[in-house]
């Protein structure tokens, strides 16, 4: 199984994006999906996740980005709003959960999509 993210691009400051990730097969047994980022020069971060109905999100993007997930289609998506040039990176999503269903959980990572705000 794989992730495919799409979505980034370039953006000016206060622009919005939305980003999604579709999984090429079913995972089962999913915990938290989510998004990840990487900036360059540092580590990756979590940017926000949800596992059930809750959510968590970095600091940094509380109530300007906002995760949702359909389990049904395995797909993850990000939509961010009011982005800021601090947002610059390439962005990563991430599944946990399992294929075949009898296997142990484990992470799946999409690709990585890069956005870019400019100021």
């Known amino acids: 199984v794989q992730l495919q993210a799409s979505g980034g691009g370039l953006v000016q400051a206060g622009g919005s994006l939305r980003l999604s990730c579709a999984a090429s097969g079913s995972i089962f047994n999913i915990n938290a999906m989510g998004w990840y980022r990487q900036a360059p020069g540092k580590q990756r971060e979590l940017v926000a996740s949800?596992?059930?109905?809750?959510?968590n999100y970095a600091d940094s993007v509380k109530g300007r980005f906002t995760v949702s997930r359909d389990d049904a289609k395995n797909t993850v998506a990000l939509q961010m709003n009011s982005l800021k040039p601090e947002d610059t990176a390439v962005y990563y999503c991430?599944?946990?959960?399992?294929?075949?269903?009898?296997?142990?959980?484990?992470?799946?990572w999409g690709q990585g999509t890069l956005v870019t705000v400019s100021s």
């Open positions: 991430n599944i946990e959960g399992s294929w075949p269903r009898w296997a142990p959980i484990r992470d799946y």
């Open positions: 949800i596992t059930g109905g809750n959510t």
